[in-house]
Every structure is written in structure tokens, then in C-alpha cells.
T-cell receptor
Framework: GAVVSQHPSWVICKSGTSVKIECRSL??????MFWYRQFPKQSLMLMAT?????????EQGVEKDKFLINHASLTLSTLTVTSAHPEDSSFYIC?????????????FGSGTRLTVV | AQKVTQAQTEISVVEKEDVTLDCVYE???????LFWYKQPPSGELVFLIR??????QNEISGRYSWNFQKSTSSFNFTITASQVVDSAVYFC????????????FGAGTRLTVKP
């Protein structure tokens, strides 16, 4: 089945530094990738939608200059948390639609647990 | 444009009990897809089921069953004879393919199955 590989699984960084999270579609082309953030004991909140070769669309309240999304190829999308602060500590998950139609489902990465100290 | 409500924040049952997780959705679109995911402590999302708005047929998969009722905008999930391994957070989600096409999740229900 369609697999999205997400790395790293966890990362600890110092406040003020930047962290890059990668999501790769291993056996299909991910035209669209979704990025979610999940705080402890909360739901997954959509941060942004990225389409290959174009700028990402951010949800209201998400700082696009802080959460840089790059989707330069059909198999790779990256999320960079710039100048990370402790409040950015969260679980980040990417998701890709397996085909053009949502009927074929979505596949999720395994998530990245970010801790900013 | 879309909203998913999972009113049950936490549920605790004893092993072998049946348990139903509620999901109510809101949308004006006539075409939509509903999903259920399981999230164990590891954090990874495990796909359980996908249902499109034109298919109201209920589904059973082993101990899992789903009841889709468009009249009440509900897509409830029942686990029969629950087991400790069923302990996890369960999310209901909605996709509008002719709108934003992204997946929106409910708040989730944390299920604890005690031995």
C-alpha cells in the first residue's frame, strides 16, 4: 500500500534554532501533502496544504513565515519550524492523498515529536 | 464548511464489554467521505474505515462495526467484546472532495479498556 515515510520520529532542539521535518511518499506520487499539528491530548489540527510546485496554503492562525513548507517534488515535502520556541513543542504529522480522488484515501506519516528546550 | 463532533472525550470500559464511539458531522456538501482512525500511544494513525456519502450500508469487520445514518449525520463506531489492545484515541474525520479536499478531524475519544 501507499506509504509516507516521515523523519525524524522525534527531535529535541534548543530555543531559537530551526528544525526540518521530511515526508517522503515511497511508492506513489503525492501531488498534495497536508501538515497537521497535535498538542498533547488534543486533536489533529490542519496547519497547511501543500501542492507540488506551488506555494502552500496555510490555515488561519498559522504563521507561514514560521512554518515553512516546501513541496518541490512529487515525493518530498518538508516542514521547517524556524526559530523554534517551547510553545512549538508538539506532534507534527504529514498526510498525503493517495490519488486525485479522496475516495482512495489518505496515508499518514508516523509523526514527529518536537520538543523545544 | 465542515465540522466533526465527538462528544465523548473519554470512555472507560472493562474488557469484553461492547462500546460505541459517537461521531456527528456537519456539512452542506452532498458528496463527502467519512473516516475513522485509531491512534495508539505511539502516535501513529491507523486507518480503520472510509465511507462515502452515497453508501449508507453499515459495515462489520471482525469486532468492529460502523453505523452510518445520514438522517442524523452520524457515523458511529462500535467495538464488540472490547480488548485491552483496543485502548487508544479514536478519531472521526471528514473530507469534502469538491471543496477544500482536506481531512478535518473530530476532537477524538480516548478509550481505555481495563482488564
Amino acid at each position: 500500500g501507499a506509504v509516507v515515510s516521515q523523519h525524524p520520529s522525534w527531535v529535541i532542539c534548543k530555543s531559537g534554532t530551526s528544525v526540518k521535518i521530511e515526508c517522503r511518499s515511497l511508492d506513489f506520487q503525492a501531488t498534495t501533502m497536508f501538515w497537521y499539528r497535535q498538542f498533547p491530548k488534543q486533536s489533529l489540527m490542519l496547519m497547511a496544504t501543500s501542492n507540488e510546485g506551488s506555494k502552500a496554503t496555510y490555515e488561519q492562525g498559522v504563521e507561514k513565515d514560521k512554518f515553512l513548507i516546501n513541496h518541490a517534488s512529487l515525493t518530498l515535502s518538508t516542514l521547517t519550524v524556524t526559530s523554534a520556541h517551547p510553545e512549538d513543542s508538539s506532534f507534527y504529522i504529514c498526510s498525503a492523498r493517495v490519488a486525485v480522488s479522496a475516495l482512495y484515501g489518505y496515508t499518514f506519516g508516523s509523526g514527529t515529536r518536537l520538543t523545544v528546550v | 464548511a465542515q465540522k466533526v463532533t465527538q462528544a465523548q472525550t473519554e470512555i472507560s470500559v472493562v474488557e469484553k464489554e461492547d462500546v460505541t464511539l459517537d461521531c456527528v458531522y456537519e456539512t452542506r456538501d452532498t458528496t463527502y467521505y467519512l473516516f475513522w482512525y485509531k491512534q495508539p500511544p505511539s502516535g501513529e494513525l491507523v486507518f480503520l474505515i472510509r465511507r462515502n456519502s452515497f453508501d449508507e450500508q453499515n459495515e462489520i469487520s471482525g469486532r468492529y462495526s460502523w453505523n452510518f445514518q445520514k438522517s442524523t449525520s452520524s457515523f458511529n463506531f462500535t467495538i464488540t467484546a472490547s480488548q485491552v489492545v483496543d485502548s487508544a484515541v479514536y478519531f472521526c474525520a471528514l473530507v469534502l472532495p469538491y471543496n477544500n479536499n482536506d481531512m478535518r478531524f473530530g476532537a477524538g475519544t480516548r478509550l481505555t479498556v481495563k482488564p
